[in-house]
């Protein structure tokens, strides 16, 4: 892989990329296969992530669902290449980002590469507001410190870009409050900092790992409203990792449903919101309480996925199709691949759904193309119901 | 800023008091308390006994040692603390300092002899206030010798009857009225009745008949003194705030017994040198042990790592004094190495070097400058090889610990590269942990340089309080406890308003 | 879904995932928290060394008397006509020797040996018991050197006269006497022992806590010779009609002989003797030398093995108990307890400690005990600090709020609830305070402060170099070597047990 230097192709006249000088058919980030495991130190190595695949388009959201643990953070910071090595190791797979026309693959540059992606093409934002900013330096000298490294200004300039990106989050008064340390800002404006510093060089990608759980609602909402329409003016792409499924329902693009390292469900929020086929996406949605039921106890996700008929609503049941489920054995007539994940296969059901499923006969008959799907709600003539 | 500083000065004076307080009853509590007498005295036989005597009345006029200990306390840090209450002392241009005289003790059991104590004579004749300075002076002078011999007289004279008493009580079977090193417990003394038809008791009669005799001639001097003092023959020292009562003025801290000299001008010679041993040790301590703090951090389980984990705590455990002996012998001592001078700071010639290192006719000569360094290196070497381990483990441990903190992952994202990260982001913030290391790592260094100005012979702080201990020279310990203290707390105070500067989150108020 | 079928079919994985996990793969079974900390510092070498270094130490300490000392193991008569045999060495044991002897002995069979008991149990009841000794044998001894100056209360002193009455038998009803109080001491700590909870049921304690009790008791009572330091056994071999067997090390520590002066390593007394001697000496060269008085160096350094580990042991004990106690009080009750107890930590922390101790071995009496009894009550600050904070944390921590909630009593929510969790930092810092207090004890005698009543080997390090500016190399290396190593063993352990109770450091990786 070429050493790539995204700084030289950028200047400082590109200071707001219309969504029309990406190409929007080209995927913006293509992870193919990846499985990522952690050295526990004795026993076993911890597979946190195994055989994930998925893509982002610009101007697309695609979020990412599951609980704790299934590996979603793993596989944005794995793109960015923050999984800390040892004890973190890429075992297979690629994450292929366009960089101008050009597909690299994140995974195997080197750190000093990698660095001129971070920030600048790449950007990330974290869950915990209250301490990803360090507590010793100003909010100035953090924003500036990513604006004078990617791009080729002044520092005068750099202020400049500094207070434009903090006024587009939203934060009044950027100028003054630019000489502020963390601790006076409130966890909302923190957040908003946040955006701001990841935004201010401009980046083509943004992966917001659960950048609203620490938050209340109503800075919820203002944030994920505030993330969309900066999406929009940039076009951008934007992974979202979330376990709240009405975030989802309200951003997201195209959802991908974790568990256990892997993708049980790939699809647009459509089709996956009205015909969920997985049971442990159908668990999810059937966890949620409804406003309009009374039910003396909720259903439990237990209740779903350990129930057998969910598990033959998946279509071509029939053939052997199984939904994979490591809590279940495997079905008879598995067909594993050696190595990890072998046993387990991310099926397309339908032109805009994916399922992760066994490897049985019926489905190594079939060989199906990865997730891919090129779709945005704004775009779509046809969607159900266009959001606001 | 300005008001932070001031509230935490103000809040060093308790911390000060409660120090001074806790050695203080430590060695009240210790045999002879507070006023026991000196270890050694100068000279034989009589005047012997009469320094002893002298040094007793001292003691006794400064802390009056017939109350109760925490008085005694409330008097020495009285004349210590610069804001002082009651009568002003007067101090000769020399130097020479003159208080108040204090009301004398009553002898002890005057009850089984007279019916009440004798009174003073009056006062003999004083110069007059506006006498000329010099004839008050002189006045003032003989006043006080006179005053002195008959209270040493005095003091000698009670000492030998409460030794009869003693004597006639055992014979007596009050055993338990007598301490085991033979002084009188007068408390229970006074409830006995004396068998006045012992052998013994025509001794008791005739040391009690000297003892109130010399009482009365002392309290008859001390009136002519009262007097004399009273018409001011020097000036008054420190500067009245309400005339009488309260007034400003420098610390007294006494008289060293063993040296015969005020401590403060003791003290005057012996801190620069410890305070110098400590700022040639603490900026040694902070360049070695941080960077490989650092280092170790930033190579978390390779050679370095370990390397210099095992190699400070090795150092670490060292014993100090182990290691200035071996110094001493095998690098100092002429029969092995012979490197380094064995002891001193200074050549013994060192009054009549130069400043800076020469060539003479008679080859190279080290120079003032050059000769105290020489001579600094094993002591130095001694104090600071002990403050790596801790510091340095404290700076890894804080790195390491800022390594797996969210900002530094915010960092990475950024695009920051691997050093910015460790010294930008870590170790900025590391610092807040390695300044509060300073409020452990001072102390022990201060400790530490005691006990080496001792093994090293070099004459500081702590080679004077080593010997006031085995002296009981009780001014210097405390004067010494004092100093040491407050140089310790304003370091400390200094390390805290460090801290404060560095961490944004505190503010001033 | 059948967990037992997973197992099987994932466990030759090389990896496994979070559904592993919870599956019960790839999990090793817990071993508790000092399990765990113990595994780990079983993996370092420097603390295994200072594990052994430290086994080493307390070998000798319990078993110097019978590896050094000038009393002859058998001493043959021959003056008579038949050949009387006596055992010196043993009859001049104290009860103190006897005692560590007997735990010296026992204590590793009792702990290596599995018995039932999990180890870590049968070390915790070795502990008990040792504890359960000292107690019984320290009251004994106090007891009887009241008894001996005359000091004792009343009632007892009368008792005294009324066994001491019948001349017949004159050590009979004194050691009666003794017998009786260490046996009442001796059931007065037993029944003490066995309520304080470390196996789960009291009736389980009651045999353990006899046997030990009967153990000290039965050292203590047999024992009450005066301790004789030697005796002079060469002059009497001299004559030829007398005949001994020697210890490893032939000299008492305290056995001086000014005529013999000091003496290198490797020398022996006879090298020194004039030709007509009276004595017959050991032909054993002095292993490490003698001091400036003749006495042997390695005896000295073997006896004050127990110096070593009773004041590091002692004064950590005494700090840890003052410690916490401060602690927890200001960490629970917070407010103005906080605030007075804290300035009174504050101000002990604004002196230098090791400077305090100084001036406090200066001028408080020479004696091993305040010695031990100072350094403990100088150095219970950090103890304090560390309960202090954990107790912060805890208060308001659910559980413990939750305890409180339920309306358990405070001793309750004090001892079950919150001192287990907080007290682990202190446990490590214990390590690094023995290490202090050997240390300091080591400057202390050094200076000349110290109690010298007994060997030392901070006091043997003193006397390496003289006021004349002589240096004996042999007297500065072993007995400074003997610090160091132990120091540096408590530091190397308290380093391994500090890694492996913070999790802070296991998680951060570069």
């Known amino acids: ?388 | 800023m300005g008001t932070y500083l001031l509230r935490r000065l103000f809040l060093l004076i308790p911390t000060v008091i409660g120090m001074t307080f806790l050695i203080f009853m430590l060695i009240a509590s210790s045999k002879g308390g507070i006023g026991a007498a000196l270890a050694f005295s100068s000279g034989a036989g009589q005047a012997k006994g009469e320094s002893a005597a002298l040094q007793r009345a001292r003691l006794e006029d400064r802390y009056g040692l017939d109350s109760n200990v925490v008085v005694q306390y409330g008097r020495w840090i009285g004349r210590v603390s610069p804001v002082k209450f009651g009568t002003r002392d007067q101090v000769s241009p020399a130097g020479e300092r003159f208080r108040e005289p204090r009301s004398m003790k009553d002898p002890p059991l005057w009850e089984w002899f007279v019916g009440a104590l004798p009174e003073a004579d009056a006062p003999q004749e004083v110069p007059a206030k506006d006498a000329e300075d010099e004839v008050k002076q002189d006045a003032y002078r003989q006043a006080s010798n006179d005053f002195a011999a008959a209270r040493v007289d005095h003091v000698r004279a009670r000492t030998e009857f409460e030794l009869a008493v003693g004597n006639l009580l055992r014979e007596t079977g009050h055993k338990d009225a007598v301490e085991s090193d033979g002084t009188v417990n007068l408390g229970l003394a006074k409830r006995i009745e004396p068998d006045k038809s012992h052998a013994m008791w025509s001794d008791v009669e005739q040391k009690a008949q000297l003892m109130l005799d010399t009482y009365k001639k002392t309290i008859s001097n001390k009136a002519t003194l009262d007097a004399s003092f009273a018409t001011k023959p020097f000036p008054e020292a420190g500067i009245p705030i309400i005339p009488g009562v309260i007034s400003v003025g420098a610390p007294d801290l006494g008289m060293s017994f063993s040296r015969s000299v005020p401590v403060i001008s003791l003290i005057k010679d012996a801190l620069p040198i410890t305070l110098l041993l400590n700022l040639v040790a603490f900026p040694i301590i902070y360049l070695i042990a941080v960077p490989s703090g650092i280092l170790a951090a930033t190579h978390r389980g390779s050679w370095i790592d370990v390397a210099s984990g095992s190699l400070f705590v090795a150092l670490w455990s060292i014993p100090v004094v182990w290691a200035g002996v071996l110094a001493i012998g095998f690098l100092a001592n002429d029969k092995y190495l012979g490197l380094f001078p064995v002891s001193g700071l200074h050549d013994n010639d060192a009054a009549n070097f130069l400043m800076l290192p020469s060539w003479g006719k008679d080859g190279f000569k080290m120079g003032y400058a050059l000769d105290t360094l020489w001579h600094l290196c094993l002591p130095v070497a001694c104090i600071v090889y002990g403050g790596f381990a801790i510091l340095s483990k404290q700076t890894r441990a804080a790195m390491l610990e800022n390594f797996t903190m969210d900002y530094v992952r915010t960092a990475k994202a950024k695009g920051v590269d691997g050093g910015s990260i460790v010294m930008r982001h870590v170790f900025r913030n590391s610092l807040l942990p390695i300044i509060t290391m300073f409020v452990t790592v001072f102390p022990a260094t201060l400790a530490g340089s005691v006990v080496i100005e001792r093994i090293f012979s070099i004459p500081g702080m702590g080679s004077m309080i080593i010997d006031a201990i085995f002296l009981r020279d009780t001014e210097i310990l405390l004067s010494n406890s004092l100093i040491i203290g407050i140089v310790n707390v304003v370091a400390l105070l200094l390390a805290d308003i460090l801290y404060a500067m560095a961490d944004p989150r505190i503010t001033y108020k | 879904m059948d967990p037992t079928q997973s197992t099987t079919r994932t466990q030759t994985l090389e990896s496994v995932t979070g559904v592993h996990l919870m599956q019960g793969i790839g999990h090793k079974p817990a071993k508790g928290f000092w399990g765990e900390a113990w595994s780990q510092v079983v993996r370092r070498p420097g603390a295994m060394l200072g594990l052994a270094w430290i086994s080493v130490i307390s070998f000798f300490a319990c078993f110097a008397p019978v590896i050094a000392s000038g009393h002859p193991i058998v001493w043959r008569d021959k003056t008579g006509a038949e050949t009387v045999t006596s055992y010196p060495l043993f009859e001049y044991l104290t009860a103190v020797d006897l005692l560590l002897i007997v735990f010296g002995i026992v204590g590793p069979l009792w702990v290596l040996i599995p018995l039932g008991a999990s180890r870590g149990k049968r070390l915790g009841m070795l502990i008990a018991a040792g504890f359960q000794a000292a107690v019984i044998a320290s009251l004994a001894m106090y007891l009887q050197s009241r008894i001996t100056h005359g000091t004792a209360p009343g009632w007892v002193l009368d008792m005294w006269l009324n066994v001491k009455a019948p001349k017949e038998n004159p050590n009979g009803p004194r050691d009666l006497l003794i017998l009786l109080s260490s046996l009442s001491i001796a059931g007065a700590v037993s029944l003490l022992w066995i309520f304080i909870p470390f196996t789960k049921h009291w009736w389980t304690r009651v045999p353990f806590v006899l046997l030990v009790g009967a153990v000290s008791f039965a050292c203590i009572s047999a024992k009450w010779t005066p301790k004789l330091e030697s005796w002079p056994y060469h002059k009497f071999e001299a004559s030829g009609k007398f005949e001994g067997t020697y210890t490893l090390v032939p000299w008492s520590p305290l056995q001086g002989d000014t005529a013999f002066n000091r003496k290198a390593p490797g020398e022996s007394p006879a090298s020194m003797l004039p030709e007509d001697r009276v004595y017959k000496t050991v032909d054993r060269p002095y292993v490490l030398g003698t001091d400036a008085d003749g006495r042997d160096v390695l005896s000295q350094m073997l006896h004050a093995c127990r110096l070593s580990i009773s004041i590091g042991l002692v004064s950590t004990s005494i700090a840890v108990v003052i410690g916490v106690t401060i602690g927890a009080l200001m960490g629970y009750f917070g407010g103005w307890v906080d605030m007075v107890l804290y300035r009174v930590v504050e101000i002990f922390m604004s002196f230098p400690v090791l400077l305090l101790l100084i001036i406090a071995a200066g001028v408080l009496p020479r004696n091993t005990y305040v010695m031990m009894a100072i350094i403990g009550c100088f150095s219970w600050m950090t103890a304090a600090r560390f309960i202090r904070a954990e107790f912060f944390k805890l208060r308001d921590q659910d559980f413990v709020q939750s305890a409180r909630a339920v309306g358990l009593p405070l001793r309750s929510v004090l001892f079950k609830h919150m001192l287990p969790n907080g007290i682990t930092p202190v446990l490590v810092d214990a390590s690094f305070l023995i290490a202090a207090a050997i240390n300091i004890e080591a400057i202390i005698s050094y200076l000349g402060l110290g109690p010298g009543d007994r060997p030392s080997w901070g006091h043997l390090l003193s006397a390496a170099t003289g006021q004349t500016g002589e240096f004996i190399w042999w007297l500065a290396t072993f007995p400074g070597l003997a610090i160091f190593l132990t120091v540096l063993s408590y530091n190397l352990i308290g380093e391994a047990l500090r890694d492996a109770i913070d999790p802070k450091l296991k998680k951060a990786r570069v």
């Open chain 1, 1 to 388: 892989m070429p050493a790539t230097t995204p700084s030289t192709a950028k200047t400082s006249t590109r200071t707001s990329p219309s969504a029309s000088k990406l190409d929007e058919s080209v995927p913006l980030l293509r992870v193919a296969d990846l499985a990522v495991s952690f050295d526990n130190g004795k026993g076993p190595r911890i597979q946190a992530v195994d055989g994930v695949r998925m893509t982002i388009y610009p101007r697309q959201t695609l979020a990412v669902v599951g609980e704790s643990g299934c590996g979603k953070s793993v596989t944005a910071m794995s793109t960015m290449q923050l999984v800390p090595r040892p004890p973190g190791r890429f075992d297979r797979g690629a994450a292929f980002f366009n960089h101008n026309g050009k597909s690299v693959n994140l995974l195997t540059l080197s750190e000093r590469e990698m660095q001129q992606f971070r920030g600048s093409e790449i950007a990330m934002i974290f869950q915990e507001p209250m301490t990803s900013l360090n507590p010793v330096y100003t909010i100035g000298d953090q924003i500036l410190e990513a604006i004078l490294l990617h791009q080729n200004v002044k520092l005068d300039e750099a202020i400049e870009i500094a207070v434009r990106a903090m006024d587009d989050v939203g934060i009044p008064d950027p100028r003054s409050r630019l000489s502020d340390y963390p601790h006076q800002f409130s966890g909302g404006m923190r957040q908003r900092v946040m955006i701001a510093m990841a935004l201010a060089c401009d980046p083509v990608l943004l992966l917001a790992d659960e950048p609203t759980t620490a938050l209340d609602v109503t800075i919820q909402a203002q944030i994920l409203e505030l993330l969309r329409k900066l999406q929009n003016d940039r076009g951008m792409g934007m992974m979202l990792i979330t376990h709240d499924l009405g975030v989802v329902a309200e951003n997201a693009d195209v959802v991908c449903v974790m568990y256990a390292g892997r993708v049980v469900e790939y699809g647009t929020v459509f089709e996956v919101f009205k015909h969920p086929l997985h049971p442990y996406t159908r668990g999810l949605f059937a966890s949620i309480p409804k406003m309009h039921e009374h039910r003396r106890r909720l259903v439990t996700i237990n209740q779903i996925v350990d129930n057998l008929d969910e598990f033959k609503k998946l279509p071509g049941a029939s053939d052997g199709v199984r939904p994979w489920w490591p809590w279940h054995d495997p079905p008879k007539d598995i067909r594993p691949k050696p190595g990890p994940a072998g046993d387990y296969y991310l099926q397309e059901v339908s032109k805009d759904h994916w399922v992760g499923v066994w490897r049985t006969a019926a489905v190594s008959d079939h060989e199906s193309p990865p997730p891919d799907l090129d779709y945005r709600i704004a775009d779509d003539p046809d969607a159900p119901s266009k959001k606001k």
